[in-house]
């Protein structure tokens, strides 16, 4: 069964700095595409951004809101992903999904900037 | 990238059929293949309804039915049940840009 489980969330002033983690299980996790979808409190999806697999180059995609603040990394020894989140702004309060790029989903994980 | 268009709200009665729409461009519903439909319940994670346009996951009933015209795709729900009332979701990845786009959301209420 596959299993996605986000870290790493929590309450942190403007400007600031988190790092999220999204265990992998249940899956072959290095030839996966994963990607991170993010929900503000009330309101819809937005994509954050994609990783493909190391054997499709391991490039990155992030959407236009987060290029440049966010970045989003993997390891596949540990079968983990990550999303490095810096310089961060009160519009970046939300829950934070990882994804095996649509097809499984983990709970999220809630991220609040504030001061 | 513009989120792409839902309307806020569709509804119908146990058994009936509703019919969400979802408009972007011919940059990214128009021209990818790649149009996905999830269906999120409050305080839960999206699940994946519709991929690659028309194709349903396994487990997803065949109540459930994707299409797209030009630069607007549809998802169709059809004999309506009291668990289909949730938000639903369209996406689109666009070739131009690598980058994936969500639709603005559609509440169905089941009557």
């Known amino acids: 069964e596959v299993q996605l489980v986000e870290s790493g969330g929590g309450l942190v002033k403007p400007g600031g700095s988190l790092r999220l983690s999204c265990a992998a299980s249940g899956f072959t996790f290095s030839n996966a595409w994963m990607s991170w979808v993010r929900q503000a409190p009330g309101k819809g999806l937005e994509w954050v951004g994609r990783i493909k697999s190391k054997t499709d180059g391991g490039t990155t995609d992030h959407a236009a809101p987060v290029k440049g603040r966010f970045s989003i990394t993997r390891d596949d020894s540990k079968n983990t992903l990550y999303l490095q989140m810096n310089s961060l702004k009160s519009e970046d309060t939300a829950m934070y999904y990882c994804t095996t790029d649509g097809w499984s989903w983990g709970q999220g994980t809630l991220v609040t900037v504030s001061s | 990238q513009s989120a792409l268009t839902q309307p806020p709200s569709a509804s119908g009665s146990p058994g009936q059929s509703v019919t969400i729409s979802c408009t972007g461009t011919?940059?990214?519903?128009?021209?990818?293949?790649?149009v996905s439909w999830y269906q999120q319940h409050p305080g839960k994670a999206p699940k994946l309804m519709i991929y690659?346009?028309?194709k349903r996951p396994s487990g997803v009933p065949d109540r459930f039915s994707g299409s797209k015209s030009g630069n607007t795709a549809s998802l169709t729900v059809s004999g309506l049940q009291a668990e289909d009332e949730a938000d639903y979701y369209c996406s689109s990845y666009a070739a131009s840009n690598n980058l994936d786009v969500f639709g603005t959301g559609t509440k169905v209420t089941v009557l």
């Open positions: 690659e346009v028309s």
């Open positions: 011919s940059s990214d519903v128009g021209g990818s293949k790649y």
